[in-house]
């Protein structure tokens, strides 16, 4: 954790004023217990981004070829990311992240599964929909909104969190959960920007 702790600060010390990164609805955050941290995807910069601007520590998934690359690899997988296969069901990155959410830590993950092109908001994975029905975490949506300019304002909003008692209950499929998701982060797009 130690390592986390000083990663985050390094990256608050320099992301925040090159970016003017303005945290809008951090109050919505759950102070404890297992949280499923949903965001959009338009920069490489989101996790690091998404992440100092809460006090808790977020676990990430990230793509598998990033754990190849020389130190970077090292880096994230200190600062608690851990590596999940694109394009295929892959069980070990599902049971960890289940793992993660039932410690009462919080989830991180990007529902599109990559990042947008266009800026515009992508359909999420099943994925998602999955660890939200399975887990007993609080679902957050999170929307990372401007441009990646230096000195030109980023906003990350914060939403309030989902309930999923109701859909558990009602046997909700995950990807009906992800689409109601990946609503609310829309939502937040459209009133934020």
Known sequence: MKFYTFAKSVAYS????????????????????????????????????????IPRTVYFMAKEELFAVPILGDIIRRCNAFPVKRGMSDRDALRKGLSVLKD??????????????TGELGKGLAGVGFFALRSNAQVVPCAVIGPYKAFRKLKVVYGKPMQMDELRKAKASPEEVTDLIMAEIQKLITEYR
């Open 104 to 117: 009462g830590h919080i989830l991180g993950i990007f529902p599109e599964g990559t990042r947008s092109k």
């Open 14 to 53: 320099i992301l925040k004023p090159l970016y003017r990164i303005e945290a809008i609805g951090t109050e919505n955050f759950p102070k404890e217990g297992g949280v499923l941290l949903c965001s959009n995807h338009i920069n490489n910069f989101d996790p690091p981004v998404v992440g100092i601007m």
